[in-house]
């Protein structure tokens, strides 16, 4: 007996794709997103929800193709998986019968292509579509799914790391969710809050997010907490005859942020040219300030309890290194802001 179920239609980069409609946990509106090098390919940014992360995935960095940029009036479509697809738009829902169920888990993640209202409409199999790719079914004689094998353990998306593909998620994070401007990106802020305050917050579970920048090929921490949004330094203005660590000023939504070069401030000498890096926004209880750094690596999750002192051995920088975790091979040392924010104050004054 042929099955018939409700698909969702919507619109990626002017083509029509379908999922079932009862994988689809919910439908937003852009949200501010954050780079991360984590999960598998794809994969290659976050955002908060409600206390919980969610991992966006692009259907179209998976298969290969070169990034175009979004726009505030693009829509995440959140799957019960707890992953998340930018779209364009959502067209409408209608009943179909389902297809045949593909077996291959190396597939690109499409089941088959179908035309509607004179348009083709490419049917997703969103189950392909996680860290460590689909898992191998046969198909029984009734036409159901059964798994090959002994089940494996599935990866979630912050366990499962493709070395080499950093640059290109950061890459496409720049050229698709960086090209919104400055004012649309507060309107995707103001969204956020009321997605924030629709519910209670869900405890973390004692995990702590931490933005990870590297200046001087050295890697430091900067609780999430403390970070406002992430810009470019082509919007700094140098500011002549001040101190070394001031490397100008910026206009973020009409308010002057002094902007600060976190090489000056750990004690380095090291100097590049003007646009050089990227500026972590930094919020306080009293003021809002930027951070020049070379560069921002990932955002991860560390489990406060396992907080340290800094390691022996290692620089104090005046002491603006709070604490520390382990990372990896080694230990990612966080900065104190509100030190930080002193020493500034000290050395500006």
């Not at 852009?30 to 969610?54: D, Q, W």
């Not at 070169?66 to 726009?71: A, G, N, R, V």
């Not at 709070?322 to 802001?337: A, K």
Request: charged share 30%.
């Amino acid at each position: 007996m042929t099955e018939i179920s409700d698909w969702l239609l919507f619109e990626m980069r002017d083509r029509q794709f379908a999922v079932e409609a009862q994988v689809v946990k919910e439908i937003l509106w852009l949200l501010p997103l954050t780079p991360t090098t984590m999960g598998g390919t794809g994969f290659f940014a976050t955002f908060p929800l409600r206390g919980e992360i969610v991992p966006v995935f692009d259907p179209f960095f998976y298969w290969g193709t070169k990034p175009s940029p979004y726009e505030s009036s693009y829509q995440l479509l959140l799957l019960n998986s707890g992953t998340a697809i930018p779209i364009a738009k959502v067209s409408e829902v209608i009943s179909w019968e389902n297809p045949k169920r593909k077996s291959d888990s190396d597939s690109s993640g499409v089941w088959e292509e179908r035309v509607w209202k004179n348009k083709v409409v490419t049917l997703l199999d969103v189950d392909h579509f996680h860290p460590g790719g689909r898992k191998n079914f046969d198909l029984t004689e009734d036409g159901s799914e059964e798994e090959d094998g002994d089940p494996e353990p599935e990866k979630s998306w912050d366990e499962f790391f493709i070395k080499g593909e950093e640059r290109s998620k950061l890459a496409w994070f720049e050229e698709t969710y960086g090209q919104i401007e400055d004012d649309e990106v507060s309107e995707l802020e103001f969204r956020a809050i009321s997605y924030s305050d629709s519910v209670t917050p869900v405890d973390h579970g004692g995990l702590e997010p931490i933005s990870i920048v590297k200046v001087a090929d050295e890697s430091y921490g900067i609780s999430l907490d403390s970070v406002l949004e992430f810009s470019d330094p082509s919007h700094l203005t140098p500011v002549p005859g001040m101190s070394p660590v001031l490397k100008g000023c910026m206009n973020l939504r009409g308010e002057v942020l002094p902007v600060l070069g976190l090489d000056e401030i750990l004690g380095n000498q090291i100097k590049r040219p003007f646009g050089f890096g990227k500026v972590v926004i930094i919020k306080s209880e009293t003021s809002q300030f930027g951070l020049l750094v070379d560069e921002l690596v990932d955002v991860v999750y560390k489990k406060e309890d396992e907080k340290r002192t800094p390691p022996l051995g290692t620089k104090d920088y005046g002491g603006v290194l709070e604490s520390s975790y382990r990372h990896g091979d080694g230990f990612i040392n966080l900065l104190s802001i509100p030190t930080i924010l002193k020493k500034i104050k000290q050395e500006l004054s």
